[in-house]
């Protein structure tokens, strides 16, 4: 159910201006959203047959040795597999320790007392970056350990990714990138299905922040005519 609120005009002003890339308005749009990160988990991983079944926001992993952390969106798929999804705006944010901590710190949390390691799920922190922080120009950069001598995966399970938000290919990760540095439509634009297939975001996303018919997601093609994201 959506929640409007009355908020101060300046507030709205500035709440117009949020983009998927922001995090607080990443956290805000995907918490409980389970269709809008399968949309996203699909095309990171080119798979359709990918289900998400569960998804959290803001949740906290505490240490009682050490540091904690906070994940942006946590995912779990139908096979198991646990996704950790940040957006990073700046390159010091998606650094490779934090990638690691943040693979060790959903790991401590999935293996009851006395049970096999082999239970232990295989896992995923994915990264979407403002910028090409590896400046190679791929739209995603796949990181595994592997064995040196061998030249063969490690197979541990724990993977990271990274998503370059500069790419602009066209094809549906690049389109998905645009999408990400939208600010909102409040034009009541969009269209039945983009051009990939997909239904606009805007259809979709449940709105808890804004009062009024506003569009947190728009399709960037020409055709939206006056629509603010052209």
């Not at 969106?73 to 944010?93: F, P, T």
Request: with cysteine.
């Amino acid at each position: 159910r959506i929640i409007k609120k009355n908020i101060p005009a300046e507030y709205g002003v500035l709440i117009q201006k949020f983009r998927l890339i922001d995090d607080t308005f990443f956290n805000v749009c995907f918490d409980n959203y389970t269709e809008g990160m399968q949309l996203l988990l699909r095309i990171f991983f080119g798979r359709d047959d990918l289900v998400v079944k569960h998804v959290v926001t803001q949740q906290s992993a505490d240490n009682l040795y050490g540091r904690g952390v906070r994940f942006d969106v946590l995912a779990e798929d139908s096979e198991g597999k646990l996704y950790d999804c940040e957006v990073q705006r700046a390159n010091e944010g998606a650094t490779p320790r934090r990638a690691r901590y943040n693979s060790s710190m959903m790991d401590s949390r999935e293996l009851a007392k006395g049970a096999e390691f082999s239970e232990l799920p295989a896992t995923w922190v994915i990264f979407i970056t403002e910028n090409d922080i590896y400046g190679a120009g791929y739209p995603l950069y796949h990181v595994e350990r592997i064995v040196q001598e061998l030249q063969r995966p490690f197979d541990d399970g724990a993977h990271i990714l990274y998503v370059n938000g500069s790419n602009r290919e066209d094809t549906p990760l690049g389109r998905l990138m645009q999408d990400f540095f939208c600010v909102y439509c409040t034009q009541g634009c969009g269209h039945t299905e983009r051009r990939d297939g997909v239904k606009p975001w805007q259809n979709t996303v449940p709105m808890k922040m804004v009062s009024g018919n506003v569009n947190p997601f728009s399709w960037t093609d020409p055709d939206a005519g006056n629509c603010h994201c052209v």
